[in-house]
């Protein structure tokens, strides 16, 4: 058995490399989870614990037994050949790892994805000398399971390889130079004219009607998601559509300009992956002040993540039902899935079983079904799903979520626009009471001082047209004018005149107006 290793700079790589291979997930080591993302998750937030200067944080092994060795391990026995490779690397106790077996390249052989971060203290493994270490690890593990021996496999590749250098030689000289390059791109670029005789408006279009005639279409894509090219591929050889010929580059069938998301929606017809059914929620532009930057969120489709983030909710206690009257929404972006809420600079508060974080702009949540109702101020999005669920009545309120900002000036502003009739706050939150004290109050009293302007100007035109001065000598009280004032604006008596309240005045129950 041959045994490499070297330290890696990108867990992510990493990973997709073993992924793209023929290979079968086998083995994890401290890690929970059902599937190959769980486990990615939790490797890169140990990795954000990570204070160091150390920029590999991670070492990727192969375990490669001789050919007939590696058609009879089965994938127990793979198992124990991992443990005993981590334990004596001193990797197995505090060290989380994932390994696939690969049977491509005419044999079978493991790779071993281990993380360098101690998962007590957060602390790089040291990984001198490495290499050399893999390898007599190795040839210890090959003579434990009664294995063929590293040197043993050496001298059989040395002879496989002067066997291969004979036959490419003898090969070579029999060559056939019938089929050229050339004559290849003279044949792609025959088809291609042919098919571009129509015209296409979408990329995906296009490449539809290149599958339509053979061809296996290879797409390009930039950081941001944007396509940016494209290869073809037919009867095993590939080339790049400038390298047929530039009059086949996107730029020159003018479709470079749209994205491969807008494409694919243009194409569906579908509702955009940032569109939901749920109702959008209300806010005004003085409650984002930063720059919205386009971030690529679809639906969260797949129903066993679905099931995931509910089971993952319902351990907070928070149950199905309170999911649906809330503003929560199941979304994917790129490979991982969240329960998230939108925040008001077009960002995202998102959360999963393994973290809880933001993806883009970093703001407050504002959540608004109507002004001059309660406004609840929570911390999180788990304080605002607990008060929708402990609110048994469906009264109507205003959320803020605050999404680990506190910023005065901004909270200020939004409560003025969301103009509230009481301010509360989740339990967590008592400690800004203090702070908003003084401010609750003169919005409060500004909106009273507001409304009670009104009555009087209601009451100076219902005196100049309809009423003695007696008849509005009862409002001169104040908590009379409170109570009229409530009346005025309450669904009972709306479009009602001041003549009708002043004859149902004595049948109705007083009551001092609470704003």
């Known amino acids: 058995m041959i045994g490499k290793a ?77 443990d005993s490779y981590l334990q004596e690397m001193k990797l197995k ?71 291969e250098n004979e036959n490419s030689k003898s090969k070579k000289a029999n060559k056939s130079e019938n089929i050229k390059p050339q004559d290849v791109r003279q044949k792609f670029k025959h088809a291609l004219m042919q098919i571009n005789e129509q015209k296409f408006n979408t990329p995906e279009v296009y490449f539809l009607a290149l599958e339509k005639n053979g061809f296996k279409v290879i797409r390009h894509f930039d950081d941001k998601q944007n396509l940016r090219g494209y290869s073809i591929e037919k009867e ?23 994205s491969y998301r807008e494409t694919k929606e243009k194409l569906n017809n579908n509702t955009p992956p940032n569109k939901t059914e749920k109702k959008e929620q209300i806010t005004a532009p003085i409650l984002s002040d930063k720059k919205s930057l386009e971030i690529y969120i679809e639906p969260l489709n797949d129903s066993n993540q679905k099931d995931s983030l509910q089971r993952f909710l319902k351990d907070f206690g928070i149950d199905k039902e309170t999911i649906d009257k809330s503003e929560l929404q199941f979304i994917k972006h790129k490979n991982y899935y969240y329960a998230a809420l939108k925040n008001n600079s077009g960002g995202w508060a998102v959360m999963n079983p ?19 109702v309660d406004v609840i101020i929570c911390g999180d999005a788990f304080s605002y799903l607990k008060n929708i669920q402990n609110n048994g009545q469906n009264t109507p309120a205003n959320y803020i979520i605050l999404n680990e900002i506190f910023d005065g000036e901004k909270l200020k502003k939004t409560l003025e626009y969301l103009q509230p009739k009481q301010i509360l706050y989740a339990a967590k939150e008592q400690r800004l009471a203090g702070f908003l ?18 009555i009087h100007n209601y009451l100076d035109k219902a005196m100049d047209s309809n009423f003695s001065t007696t008849k509005t000598n009862s409002f001169s009280n104040k908590n009379n004018l409170a109570s009229f004032m409530e009346l005025l604006f309450s669904e009972q008596y709306q479009g009602h005149s001041v003549a009708q309240f002043i004859e149902s005045k004595k049948k109705m129950k007083w009551r001092k107006l609470n704003l």
């Open 6 to 82: 070297k330290s890696n700079l990108s867990l992510g790589n990493t990973i997709d490399y073993n992924l793209k291979q023929k290979s079968v997930l086998f083995y994890t080591n401290n890690l929970v989870g059902e599937n190959i993302e769980d486990y990615r998750m939790q490797m890169e937030d140990l990795q954000k614990c990570y204070r160091g200067y150390g920029k590999q944080l991670l070492i990727h092994a192969v375990l490669s037994p001789a050919t007939e060795d590696g058609k009879r391990l089965d994938e127990s026995t793979w198992q124990k050949i991992a």
């Open 93 to 163: 106790e505090h060290y989380q790892s994932i390994g696939f077996i690969h049977r491509d390249k005419g044999h079978t052989h493991a790779h071993l994805v281990i993380s360098k971060i101690n998962m007590n203290d957060y602390k790089l493994f040291q990984d001198s000398f490495i290499g050399k270490k893999s390898q007599f690890i190795a040839d210890r593990i090959a003579k434990e399971f009664g294995l063929v021996r590293a040197m043993e496999i050496k001298r059989e590749n040395l002879k496989n390889l002067l066997a």
């Open 236 to 258: 095993g050889t590939m080339m790049s559509a400038t390298a047929v010929s530039k009059e086949f580059s996107l730029s020159k069938l003018g479709l470079i300009n749209m």
């Open 354 to 372: 393994f973290t809880q974080t933001n993806i883009g702009a970093k703001d407050i949540i504002t959540i608004c079904e109507q002004k001059n």
């Open 437 to 454: 004290k003084d401010f609750s109050q003169k919005i409060l009293s500004d909106a009273q001082q507001e409304n009670t302007t009104f």
